[in-house]
């Protein structure tokens, strides 16, 4: 079964540095492109950053220079790395398989995860 | 940055109701759209993606079109489980940007 399986949410104060992971099944994490897309509470969708088969990388301005994207290629897995979190990074996190590399799909993300809550508060 | 602007915010409508929702992007995106379907508490659903492909296993009431600027999701006939949020993205350029969604509720 083709899934993905986020973890690593939780609360973390103002400041302080987070690591999720989204494990996949069913195909491989390396031979695609994988993104991030977040949700404040109550609120709409947020890109928030890519890893091309390649390895080129790419984030939303909201979260350049203290987020970081990779990937375990041995444990099938997608990370983000988040660092100098304040409250408004608090959301639902959810992994996405983008299908950027399928000319005829035109970068439509076809699998989410369940995504993992981040709470950044004191 | 390209803007989504998704018309309209919500809509009430009725089992059996056609619906559409529009979307608009604040500049050319060839056909990089796609739509998603959203329940609370759940993650988003792919339905059409290169604006009116339809994502496999998706029912055949949903269709999308359009192309450049301007595309519309319909619904031909809402059924009791497409009560949802609605989405559409672009993916021509980065960054990847959605509208701001379509809640859709039952009358």
């Known amino acids: 079964e083709v899934q993905l399986v986020e973890s690593g949410g939780g609360l973390i104060q103002p400041g302080g540095s987070l690591r999720l992971s989204c494990a996949a099944s069913?195909?491989?994490?390396?031979?695609?492109?994988m993104s991030w897309v977040r949700q404040a509470p109550g609120k709409g969708l947020e890109w928030v950053s890519v890893i091309y088969s390649g390895g080129s990388t790419y984030y939303a301005d909201s979260v350049k220079g203290r987020f970081t994207i990779s990937r375990d290629n041995s444990k099938n897995t997608l990370y983000l790395q988040m660092n100098s979190l304040r409250a408004e990074d608090t959301a639902v996190y959810y992994c996405?398989?983008?299908?950027?590399?399928?000319?005829?799909?035109?970068?439509?993300?076809?699998?989410w995860g369940q995504g993992t809550m981040v709470t950044v508060s004191s | 940055d390209i803007q989504m602007t998704q018309s309209p915010s919500s809509v009430s409508a009725s089992v059996g109701d056609r619906v559409t929702i529009t979307c608009q992007a604040s500049q050319g995106i060839s056909s990089w759209l796609a739509w998603y379907q959203q329940k609370p508490g759940k993650a988003p659903k792919l339905l059409i993606y290169a604006a009116s492909s339809l994502q496999s296993g998706v029912p055949s009431r949903f269709s999308g079109s359009g192309s450049g600027t301007d595309f519309t999701l319909t619904i031909s006939s809402l059924q009791p489980e497409d009560f949802a949020t609605y989405y559409c993205?672009?993916?021509?350029?980065?960054?990847?940007?959605f509208g701001q969604g379509t809640r859709l509720e039952i009358k």
């Open positions: 993205q672009q993916a021509n350029s980065f960054p990847i940007t």
């Open positions: 069913g195909f491989t994490v390396s031979s695609n492109y």
């Open positions: 996405a398989r983008d299908s950027r590399g399928d000319p005829q799909r035109r970068g439509a993300f076809d699998i």
